[in-house]
């Protein structure tokens, strides 16, 4: 059984930081594209940034230059590194990864973290 699990959600103030992290348990054969979503209240869900096996990432335009996607291919982890954080960052953040187990390859999901970004 393949699970994701979120920590380093919580409160902080506008221009602060957070260090959102995310590790895959299980038996785990590989890992492949690792991502960060949100989904802000009364929105669609939406890509923050995706990290490949080999470290290329890509960002959504809004957390360019703020965000920073990283992982630990040993440590089954992905991170997600904000700073300058803004009142529209406030969503819950999921994590997602494209893991083969024994039962093949399939996209897993975390359960999910909030962030709220507020004075």
């Known amino acids: 059984q393949v699970e994701l699990v979120e920590s380093g959600g919580g409160l902080v103030q506008p221009g602060g930081s957070l260090r959102l992290s995310c590790t895959a348990s299980?038996?785990?054969?590989?890992?492949?594209?690792m991502a960060w979503y949100r989904r802000a209240p009364g929105k669609q869900r939406e890509l923050v940034a995706t990290?490949?096996?080999?470290?290329?990432?890509n960002y959504a335009d809004s957390v360019k230059g703020r965000f920073t996607i990283s992982r630990d291919n040993d440590e089954h982890t992905v991170y997600l590194q904000m700073v300058s954080l803004k009142p529209e960052d406030t969503a819950v953040y999921y994590c997602?990864?494209?893991?083969?187990?024994?039962?093949?390859?399939?996209?897993?999901w975390g359960q999910g973290t909030q962030v709220t970004v507020s004075s």
């Open positions: 997602n990864a494209d893991i083969r187990s024994r039962i093949g390859t399939y996209s897993y």
């Open positions: 299980g038996t785990i054969f590989s890992i492949y594209v």
């Open positions: 990290v490949t096996s080999g470290g290329t990432t």
